[in-house]
């Protein structure tokens, strides 16, 4: 039991993250230097930086204001991945996806991960892994 309450508090509820040593910046600040950190490492499918995001307590919901309340799963769904890395895309978004984003979220237009794919780039692939994952 108590190495169970160990391993949940570490790595779900985050609580060894320390967030007042950074230049004294504030919870808040930190959180969303975070997460702008993810919606940016997700728009250029950067597996390393999500997972850096992800470990240092980014939300994996969260919307960004400026680019109508897209998610980061919203971007790497919709982003072009370069010609000899077509898979980066999708493996940034299955990271994403077993970190609790939500298929199913939509942004401030009422588009789905799965409308940005078509209508962003139109990648086959991630339209066919992420219609695999809705189902």
């Known amino acids: ?13 985050k ?18 230097k975070y997460n702008l950190e993810l919606y940016e490492s997700a728009k250029t ?9 992800l470990a240092k307590g980014a939300k994996v919901d969260w919307k960004n204001a400026e680019e109508n ?8 769904a919709s982003s072009l991945p370069i010609k000899d890395k077509l898979w980066k895309g999708i493996e940034c978004t299955e990271l994403l996806i077993q970190n609790g984003a ?16 078509v209508t962003g780039i139109g990648n086959q692939e991630m339209v066919e892994y992420l219609l695999a994952r809705i189902k």
Do not use: R
Request: glycine share 8%; hydrophobic share 30%.
């Open 102 to 117: 939500k298929v199913d979220c939509e942004d401030k237009d009422n588009h789905t991960v799965l409308d940005c794919a």
């Open 15 to 32: 609580g060894f993250l320390q967030y007042d040593g950074e230049n004294g910046s504030k919870h808040e600040d930190l959180m969303n």
């Open 1 to 13: 039991k108590i190495k169970e309450d160990w391993i949940k508090s570490k790595y779900l509820w």
């Open 45 to 53: 499918c950067d597996i390393h930086g999500i997972s850096l995001s």
């Open 69 to 76: 309340g897209k998610t980061p799963l919203h971007i790497c």
